[in-house]
Nanobody, 120 residues
Framework: QVQLVESGGGLVQARGSLRLSCVAS????????MGWYRQAPGEQRGLVAT???????NYAEFVKGRFTISRDNAKNTVFLQMNSLKPEDTAVYSC??????????????WGQGTQVTVSS
């Protein structure tokens, strides 16, 4: 069993910044990829950014230059630094982790999500 716990969401004014964190815990042998996704009301969940254990990143086009994903492999933690926030960034942000358990089985887990609200 693997658990993901996000933190750092909240209410911020446009052009402000927030930093999200997500800690993975449990029967983890290794984590290959970690990422952030978001879902706005009435929309499907979509990619924000991902990062591999080697530090290779991938960003959605609409966050390039504004958001930065990073991770601390030793602490099984992924971060999302969000700058220059816009009202359209308002959504529930969820963390995802994919890897292997200590039982050598693959896992793909999601956190419970954290609300980010950007006011104009």
């Amino acid at each position: 069993q693997v658990q993901l716990v996000e933190s750092g969401g909240g209410l911020v004014q446009a052009r402000g910044s927030l930093r999200l964190s997500c800690v993975a815990s449990g029967s983890i042998r290794s984590i290959n990829a970690m990422g952030w996704y978001r879902q706005a009301p009435g929309e499907q969940r979509g990619l924000v950014a991902t990062i591999t254990s080697d530090g290779i990143t991938n960003y959605a086009e609409f966050v390039k230059g504004r958001f930065t994903i990073s991770r601390d492999n030793a602490k099984n933690t992924v971060f999302l630094q969000m700058n220059s926030l816009k009202p359209e960034d308002t959504a529930v942000y969820s963390c995802n982790a994919q890897g292997y358990t200590t039982y050598f089985t693959e896992f793909n887990y999601w956190g419970q999500g954290t609300q980010v609200t950007v006011s104009s």
